[in-house]
C-alpha cells in the first residue's frame, strides 16, 4: 500500500514539474538593454544590427561631401546657415518585408542629418502634406514638371528646401542550399541638388549568414 502511496506521489511530483517546466517555456519575459549591450541578431531577417551601421555609414559618407554652407549676412560673426533638405521617403526592394523598420530607418536617417551642422530636414508632415495637395508620390519627383510643382506647393507652405533625399534598400541572396544562404543588404541615399540638378549618391553594405544550425556557419564560413 505504502508503494502505491509513494509512486503516486511520485509520479503527481513528476507531472507536476514537467507541467510547471512547460509553461515556463511558454512564458515570455523581456530586459531593458543598456548602451553596452550589443544589438540582437535577427535569426530569419535583418534587424537593428543590420541597418543601424547602414545608416550611419551611408548618411556620414553623403554629407561629408556636401559640406559646403552659405554665410548668412552680417560679416565674420554670422553662423552659417543650414541647408534643407526634403527626405521624400524610404523605397524597399529587397526580398524581405521590412515592417516597422521602415518608419525607424527614416526617423534614424532624419536624425542623423539634423545633428549635422550644415544641414537640417524639412518635418516630415509638411513633405506628406505637399505630396497630397499635388497628387505625386515619391517617385514622380524624378520628372522635371513634377518636381518643380513640388518646389512650388512647398514654397506656399513656407517649407523652401535645398536638396531632395531618397532612401532605397536592396538585397540580393547567394544560396548554397536550401538551409544555408547569404544575403547582402544595401542601403542607397541619392541626393539630388536644386540649384544644379546633379544628384549624389552613397550605399553602405552589410553581408548576413542565415543557417538552420551552428554548423552550417562554420561549414559556409569556418
Same mark, same amino acid.
Given at each position: +500500500?505504502?508503494?502505491?502511496? /509513494?509512486?503516486?506521489?511520485?509520479?503527481?511530483? +513528476?507531472? $507536476?514539474?514537467?507541467?510547471?517546466?512547460?509553461?515556463?517555456?511558454?512564458?515570455?519575459?523581456?530586459?531593458?538593454?543598456?548602451?553596452?549591450?550589443?544589438? +540582437?541578431?535577427? $535569426?530569419?531577417?535583418?534587424? @537593428?544590427?543590420?541597418? #543601424?551601421?547602414?545608416?550611419?555609414? $551611408? &548618411?556620414?559618407?553623403?554629407?561629408?561631401?556636401? #559640406?559646403?554652407?552659405?554665410?548668412?549676412?552680417?560679416?565674420?560673426? @554670422?553662423?552659417?546657415?543650414?541647408?534643407?533638405?526634403?527626405?521624400?521617403?524610404?523605397?524597399?526592394?529587397?526580398?524581405?518585408?521590412?515592417? =516597422? /523598420? !521602415?518608419?525607424?530607418?527614416?526617423?534614424?536617417?532624419?536624425?542623423?542629418?539634423?545633428?549635422?551642422?550644415?544641414? %537640417?530636414?524639412?518635418?516630415?508632415?509638411?513633405?506628406?502634406?505637399?505630396?497630397?495637395?499635388?497628387?505625386?508620390?515619391?517617385? =514622380?519627383?524624378?520628372?522635371?514638371?513634377?518636381?518643380?510643382?513640388?518646389?512650388?506647393?512647398?514654397?506656399?507652405? #513656407?517649407?523652401?528646401?535645398?536638396?531632395?533625399?531618397?532612401?532605397?534598400?536592396?538585397?540580393?541572396?547567394?544560396?548554397?542550399?536550401?538551409?544555408?544562404?547569404?544575403?547582402?543588404?544595401?542601403?542607397?541615399?541619392?541626393? &539630388?541638388?536644386?540649384?544644379?540638378?546633379?544628384? =549624389? !549618391? #552613397?550605399?553602405? %553594405?552589410?553581408? !548576413?549568414?542565415?543557417?538552420?544550425?551552428?554548423?552550417?556557419?562554420? !561549414?559556409?564560413?569556418?
Amino acid at each position: +500500500m505504502r508503494r502505491r502511496t /509513494f509512486l503516486h506521489t511520485g509520479w503527481v511530483a +513528476m507531472t $507536476s514539474f514537467a507541467a510547471a517546466q512547460l509553461g515556463c517555456r511558454n512564458k515570455q519575459v523581456a530586459h531593458i538593454l543598456s548602451e553596452d549591450d550589443k544589438d +540582437m541578431v535577427g $535569426s530569419h531577417t535583418a534587424g @537593428a544590427e543590420t541597418w #543601424e551601421p547602414l545608416i550611419q555609414t $551611408s &548618411v556620414g559618407q553623403l554629407l561629408g561631401r556636401q #559640406e559646403i554652407v552659405l554665410p548668412t549676412s552680417g560679416g565674420d560673426m @554670422a553662423f552659417p546657415l543650414r541647408k534643407k533638405i526634403c527626405f521624400a521617403g524610404v523605397e524597399n526592394k529587397s526580398s524581405e518585408e521590412i515592417g =516597422d /523598420f !521602415k518608419a525607424q530607418i527614416y526617423q534614424k536617417i532624419d536624425s542623423c542629418i539634423n545633428s549635422s551642422e550644415s544641414f %537640417e530636414v524639412i518635418n516630415q508632415r509638411y513633405v506628406e502634406a505637399g505630396l497630397r495637395q499635388c497628387g505625386l508620390r515619391p517617385d =514622380d519627383l524624378f520628372v522635371p514638371n513634377s518636381r518643380r510643382m513640388f518646389v512650388a506647393t512647398m514654397e506656399k507652405l #513656407e517649407q523652401p528646401f535645398d536638396y531632395l533625399l531618397f532612401a532605397t534598400i536592396t538585397s540580393g541572396t547567394t544560396r548554397s542550399n536550401e538551409k544555408n544562404y547569404q544575403r547582402d543588404y544595401l542601403l542607397t541615399l541619392e541626393l &539630388v541638388n536644386l540649384d544644379n540638378g546633379t544628384a =549624389d !549618391k #552613397e550605399s553602405a %553594405e552589410i553581408r !548576413k549568414g542565415y543557417h538552420k544550425s551552428q554548423l552550417g556557419k562554420l !561549414k559556409n564560413y569556418g
